[in-house]
């Protein structure tokens, strides 16, 4: 297949398009961060006027799948305008043009849609309540996606993985500190689902592969705090796992409100694609052979400098 993926220097969409180029044709739409890349790049500021025509025009592509966002909580606080046209209008866009052109598409959202109170594990069927900007948005743009495209793929996602800076994902924040022998904050009292980003690519191809659309909660199987995964991510490396201190959000300094539970059940996605979903125990361990193999050198050697 041809693969179209927005956000190719973005912490999955770089992931992503390494791991596709394995079995497809690969397209990434890139701002002029990335260079020698072993795939093919399409530059686009998609937010330009007639930038989305143009991309679909010069990939041709059979699938879409769109990691581009502002996926930083606090930019989108800071600039809420932004942040609805990047995550809300232009998902809009891009799945009418998938409609018009016959091209799958899978539409990346959030685990954060959901505000936290549910006293349990939160499924597809649970109404979102999404407590910021960034969440607000992300629910509009799954809104809108659906709106003209409702075969579109939407996975509401949580990962950690290497990324073209270094410094983009929460397993790279844990891992600078603790290399450092720094000590770093680890907040008890949220609860997350993450999924390793090579998990995560792998699914997001077969969830395509096999013809799946419709919502789905693509994340790790296993829930833990934010602390308990910054003492597993030192524990797997080796390090010292003292110097992750255990604190409240509330104490954090953070502006953008954060959801305390973010459990998802993956039983829907387990049981369409008739196999188990990774967890995180798996999911450092290939973190760290990742590291052991030189990756994020490698991640490191395709930003243009
Ligand atoms: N990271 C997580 O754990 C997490 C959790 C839940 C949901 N998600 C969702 O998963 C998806 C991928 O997230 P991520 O963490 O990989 O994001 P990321 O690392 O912040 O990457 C965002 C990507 O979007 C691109 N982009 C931003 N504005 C653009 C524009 N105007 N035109 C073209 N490209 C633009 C960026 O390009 P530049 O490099 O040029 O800025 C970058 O490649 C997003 O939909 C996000 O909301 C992520």
């Known amino acids: 297949m041809k693969l179209l993926i927005t956000g190719a220097s973005g912490l999955l969409g770089l992931n992503l398009t390494l791991e596709a180029r394995n079995q497809h044709t690969v397209i990434g739409v ?7 890349t072993p795939f093919e790049l399409v530059n686009a500021d998609l937010l330009d006027p007639g930038a989305v025509d143009s991309v679909f025009d010069a990939a041709r592509p059979n699938w879409l799948i769109h990691c581009a966002a502002l996926a930083d909580l606090e930019a989108c606080e800071a600039d809420p305008s932004l942040a609805r046209r990047l995550n809300a209008d232009l998902p ?101 689902c993450p999924m390793f980003v090579g998990d995560l690519a792998e699914t997001l191809l077969r969830m395509l592969e096999r013809g799946l659309s419709g919502l789905y909660h693509v994340v790790g199987s296993e829930a833990l705090t934010k602390y308990d995964f910054g003492v597993r991510l030192a524990r797997q490396f080796g390090y010292d796992e003292r110097l992750v201190i255990p604190i409240s959000i509330a104490e954090s300094g953070l502006k953008a409100r954060r959801s305390h539970n973010l459990r998802l059940s993956v039983h829907k996605l387990s049981t369409r694609l008739g196999s188990d979903i990774p967890g995180v125990s798996t999911g450092l361990q290939k973190f760290y052979t990742q590291f052991q193999q030189d990756y994020p050198q490698k991640m490191r050697s395709y930003q243009q400098v």
């Open 92 to 192: 809009g866009e891009l799945a009418a043009g998938c409609s018009k052109r016959g091209i799958r598409l899978v539409h990346l959202s959030t685990d954060s849609v959901f505000d936290g109170t549910k006293d349990g594990i939160y499924t597809e069927s649970d109404l979102p309540n999404p407590p910021g900007v960034y969440s607000a948005t992300k629910l509009q743009g799954e809104q809108n996606v659906l709106l003209t495209n409702p075969d579109a793929i939407i996975a509401r996602v949580n990962f950690f993985g290497w990324s073209l800076s270094g410094t983009r994902s929460l397993s790279e924040f844990f891992f600078n500190n603790l290399s450092a022998g720094r000590r770093c904050n680890g907040f008890t009292d949220i609860w997350f």
């Open 30 to 36: 890139d701002r002029q961060r990335l260079v020698n």
